[in-house]
């Protein structure tokens, strides 16, 4: 618990309006868009620029305070929750896109610029950041970073570290470091921007970037294929792939989630459907046409029923019923638990199997979608954390889910991250040898354990 004189340093720094400790203003940032119990910070600062984050880490080092750094607080694994309580640092006001240079291809941006206002801002100068995950009307490049976000144009354009040329950050002694630059190559040094991608707020809080643009594709061609065996969809995922051909997006809606979207948005998705496949190819218009014929044939031949997207506004409709997946299902129950299990991609059609096994051995409602082209699928369990019988096979049926991934030579997590919703499954996945390498990294650079103490198990 803060005292009021810490209070009056805070406030000194930032001015009173920038410093929340009144409860019903801290509760708002007691939890994320990962169902975990909130915990309310003891004090909310929002800085205006630089100089005031090195002004909160030094009080913070000082008095032993914990800091989280929060982003929009949409990350998926309670990386945001204050489980020490200390202080939550908000970017929001770290939003300027301070360059989009046309010539280089790169963009020089604060840690709080929302993910579309960059991308809107790079399309405007023909150019291109395509990261795209779902949230990319609310999350910042900071947690994107921090998360190493994929999103839905991850299997032909890769995710957030593919982009990241350069990082600006500040460390616990309040030490300004900056990795990596804006030049294609570069090798001077550790590699900096590698080290903060994933880092989940652990390592030091970052303020700027130089992310990567590429030029916009000129033509694009997307098509909804319906299938009546969800198995057979993802079949003709791991065979588009091991035909060589690359799609922007290759998403995957299972029945339930396909009756759950149309409920909820109305834009005729066929709910009698075992699943839909979302596609969408991109570049040349003469090699994206020639892909889309074979990937057509390859859809067709597992049984897939096809239908185009003749013009924008159908484009449109298809991208819609993807991006309402997630909220249509949270309407359904008072606890969601979305899941991130990912598997190489030829593995797709054995992971749903067991995923749909494991739904009915549990009796759970289970919807399950995303980005299959990447091997990445989202199983989201819907349930209510009340219900204690009810959680206890919740928690085995997860428990079995992220076996099944590692034994498919998978991941617990694509793209959400460890927070502490995983950190008891990470040394399953890296074994003890790496997480004591990682404790060791993270008491170098915080001997305290203050940045965003607890999470990853660290
Ligand atoms: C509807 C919905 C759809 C989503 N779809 C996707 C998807 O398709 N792909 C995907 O990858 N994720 C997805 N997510 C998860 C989430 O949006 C991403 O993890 C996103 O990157 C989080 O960004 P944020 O700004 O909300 O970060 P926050 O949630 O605020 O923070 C996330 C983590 O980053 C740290 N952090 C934030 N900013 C900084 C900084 N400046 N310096 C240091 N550490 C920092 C925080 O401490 C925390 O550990 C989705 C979430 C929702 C709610």
Redesign the pocket.
Known sequence: MLNNALIKKFESILGKNNCFTEPEDTMCYSY??FSAEPVQPDIVVKPQNEEQIKYIINICKDENIPI?????????SG??VPVKKGCVLL?TCLNKILEINENDMYAVVE?GVVTANLANAAIKKGLFYPPD???VN???I???V??N????RGLKYGVTKDYLMGVD?YDMDGNYVKGGGKTVKLVTGLNLPGLMIS???LL????KFVLKLIPKPKFSKSMLVIYDDVIKACETVSEIIAAKILPATLELLDSFTIKTVEEATKIGLPTNADALLLIELDGHEAQVLEDFEAVKDICIKLGGNIKVAETAQERDKLWEARRKA??SLARLKPTLILEDATVVRSKIPEMMKAINDIKNKYNLVIGTFG?AGDGNLHPTILTDKRDKEEMVRVEKAIDEIFAKALELDGTLSG???V?FAKAKYLEMEVGSGTIEYMKKLKKGVDPQNLL?PH?MGL
Do not use: C, Q, W, Y
């Open positions: 994320d868009a989280v750094t929060r982003g929009a607080g949409t990350n998926l990386g945001t970017t840690a995950p779902g949230s609310i999350s910042t900071g947690g994107n921090a998360e976000a994929g999103g839905l950050f880092s989940e707020g030091g809080i970052m303020t997630l909220s980005h793209e959400h991250g927070g965003n999470k």
